[in-house]
Structures are given as C-alpha cells and as structure tokens.
C-alpha cells in the first residue's frame, strides 16, 4: 500500500474512516513509520487519549460498568446462567453499558462480512507475523480522542476491540504462511453446533385485523410493534388474565329498571332504553325509549346533577331525539320520557324505578379514544380494551365481537366478551 493520502490522514484522526478502510488504514501504519508520525502530529489532544487508553484496557473496565469479557461475550450471546443474570440486572439500570452493547451490536453487524470474506492466495510466500488482537490494539496507539464525548467513544472502541478479541481463537497469535499456489478447492467452512432452543410456550395467540398478537410465557408480546408501550401493557395484562376490570368512569351510575311499577301492562312497556348507567362519547347524544302504545306524542328532558334542567326536546312522534346544544364533558346527567296519551303525561323512568343516569366522557378521554381509533382501527383487541377503560361498553362489546368472530375456536377472544357483556348487566 502506498503512503496515506491526506485525506486517509485527516480523517483517520478525526475517527470517521469507514469500517473496511480504517483496518486498511491500521494494517499501513503498523508497517509504516512515516505515516505513523504525520497521523501522530495530527493528534491535539494527547494526554485525553493516554487516560483513555488506561480506562479502556483497564482489567476490570469502568467503575460500577459491565467489563469487556461481559459485554462482548453478551453480544456474541455466549453467556449463560448466572453470569447472564448478572448482566441483565446490570443492563436493567445502567444506560451507559446498554448504549455500549448497542454500539458493539452495530459494530459486529458492520464488520462482520469482512471477517467472513475468504481471500485466494498471494503470488509470493508472505508470512503473517500480526494476529487480529495486535491489528485492533494498534488502533488505540495512534487513533485520537475528542474533546467531548470521550467516555462514550471510549465505551465504543473498548467494546469493539472486546468483541473482535472475543471472536477470535486464542491460537490466533501463531504464525501463519501463506501458501505461494494457489489451492484448487477452498476447504469447506465448518459451522459450529448449536444446540437448539426451545420456544417458550404461548400464553394467547389471537388473529385481530392484518396480523397475529401472540404472548408468550416470558411475557413476550409479539405483532404489536406498532403500539406504544401503554397500550402494550394494556394487552398483556388483558392476554394474562382474560379479565376487564369495571371502568372508573362508571362510578355513581345506577342501571335502571326496565319496567316500571303498576298493573297495566302495556305501561310496563314503556321505559328509557338508552343512555342508562352508561358512558358516552359524545357530548349531543342520542336517546331512545320504547313504544307507549296509544300516545300519541313524547318529550325528553335532560337534568344535571342537581336536576336542573339543562335540555328539553319539543313534542315527538318517533322513539329517539338528539339533543341539539352541547352537555358539558366529564358531567354526570340523568333524562326521562313523558308520552302524552288521551291528554295525560306518562313518565319513564318513575318512581320505585331508578334515575336513568349517564355521563359524558371527559375531553381528555374522548381525545385518545379518536386518535386511536385513526391510528389503530384495524386492531379489535386494542380499541376494545380502550373503550372498555373509558366505561364505553356497547362500543367495546363491537369490538370484541369482532375480535370473536376473527377467532372463533379461542377461550381468550370467548372470555373478554363475555367479561364485557356481564359489565352491562
């Protein structure tokens, strides 16, 4: 190889060679002294890279921080019962070692082609006297460190030079002579034995819109990548234990009665049917009631919680009215329905019968559940779930009749309708 240019020179100071270049780089100045004093002049900051230098190749590595047998044998996953354990405790609480594994992994999965490349044999006799851990230790004789960032750098190289070290056998500094013919059949590559891994056993597996939710019994969630991670705990809390919990949003709302009291049974028919006892999402909802056979005309009126009235509709002839102003979110209001028949006013609900309740939904609520709704209409399980939380029960009962249907043979998909149906009842 020729002199470095000065580009090579600069940029090899400065730690922004690629990967291929910078061993072709290593391999020149460990020949080279010439070289090795222009990128020695090109250095600025000495006395960083000497404590550098001490701090990376120190036996046990930084203070309090995973060492390098650690951290490279966790990469190449060479690690095993307690040593393993160690190392995921530590990697639990310390994002300084989580970002060096990060950098090795990057590293490994960049170099890794190099390494496995197969090279012909050279026209003349050569001998190899530089093993791989001298060709990477020579990095740290002349490769300069930056005023800043210099612990994360250090990290960086210390990791990769660990992983390269790691990876290669230990013979690796014997000489090595390179045949001066060449060899007709390259010698077959040997992979090492692997013995296999069994999977861990799956928890619940559901079809639920384009994909498959699996959780297995490391509490693995898989197929729901696209989720934040609030939304994930949501369902692998729900997979787990195939129940759902009675929303806060329900608190201080009384089921009403169907019929009323009385002995006239065609009065027993006439009775609010909804809003009762639930929640809804929007803030002008919809109410209906049943049929008074004979009336000829109804009125709705709408009462807040100090039974003020807040809304009245004019007179009806069909069984459902919207209200036309806003209700305040977050507010707890309860309506009845008077039919007029022959001149007198009949009223649903009434008394032994309880007040027909229901609440609006919060604007903070009603927000997330829009924006789920766009951003993930495809999954019933999710929107179900969500719907369920906020006290939106006929809405999470679609959505898990849904998420039924695209499972019919699953007790998960059987049991979460069912936990919801038995919340409205």
Not at 277 to 289: E, M
Not at 316 to 331: E, P
Not at 372 to 382: E, F, I, P, Q, V
Request: aromatic share 6%.
């Amino acid at each position: 190889m020729e002199h470095l240019t000065s580009q090579q020179v600069e940029a090899y100071s400065l730690c922004r060679l690629p990967a291929a270049e910078l061993l072709a780089v290593s391999d020149h100045l460990g020949e080279c002294g010439a070289c090795r004093l222009r990128v020695e002049s090109a250095l600025t900051n000495d006395a960083a890279f000497v404590a550098l230098h001490e701090e990376a190749f120190s036996e046990n590595g930084s203070a309090g921080h995973l060492t390098v047998e650690q951290t490279a044998g966790y990469v190449d996953q060479h690690l095993s019962g307690e040593a393993l354990q160690f190392v995921n405790d530590h990697l639990a609480g310390c994002e300084h070692c989580v970002l060096a594994v990060a950098d090795l992994r990057a590293f490994r999965n960049e170099i890794a082609p190099l390494l496995d490349r197969e090279y012909g044999p050279t026209t003349a006799p050569a001998v190899v006297k530089t093993g791989w851990r001298e060709k990477f230790a020579s990095l740290f004789k002349v490769a300069p460190v930056p005023a800043f960032g210099g612990a994360a750098l250090a990290m960086l190289l210390l990791a990769a030079i660990a992983w390269i070290i790691w990876r290669m056998p230990k013979e690796s500094h014997q000489e090595v002579v390179v045949a001066p013919t060449p060899v007709s059949q390259p010698a077959p590559s040997v992979e090492p034995s692997v013995p296999p891994q069994l999977a861990p056993a799956m928890v619940a597996q559901l079809n639920d819109g384009n994909g498959v939710l699996s959780l297995d019994q490391e509490g693995k969630l898989s197929g729901a990548d696209n989720l934040p991670p609030i939304y994930q705990s949501l369902l692998k809390k729900a997979l787990t234990s195939q129940r759902i919990e009675r929303s806060s949003q329900l608190q201080g709302l009384t089921r009403a009665s169907s019929t009323l009291m009385g002995s006239d049974n065609k009065a027993r028919e006439f009775a609010v049917v909804e809003p009762v006892g639930s929640v809804v999402l929007s803030n002008q909802p919809a109410f209906r009631w049943s049929t008074l056979e004979g009336a000829t005309s109804y009125v709705v009126e709408v009462y807040d919680d100090q039974f003020k009235l807040v809304a009245s509709s004019p007179e009806l002839t069909n069984r459902s009215w919207t209200v036309s102003q806003s209700l305040a979110r977050g507010k707890v209001y309860s309506w009845q329905v008077k039919a007029i028949k022959d001149g007198q006013e009949v009223t649903s609900p009434r008394p032994p019968a309880p007040q027909a309740k229901f609440r609006v939904l919060d604007q903070a609520k009603a927000n997330e559940i829009v924006k789920a709704k766009r951003a993930y209409a495809s999954s019933h399980l999710t929107l179900g779930l969500l719907y369920a939380d906020a006290g939106l029960l006929r809405e999470a009962e679609q959505e898990f009749r849904l998420l039924r249907r695209a499972n019919p043979d699953s007790d998960v998909a059987r049991n979460l309708l069912r936990q919801i149906q038995s919340l409205q009842h």
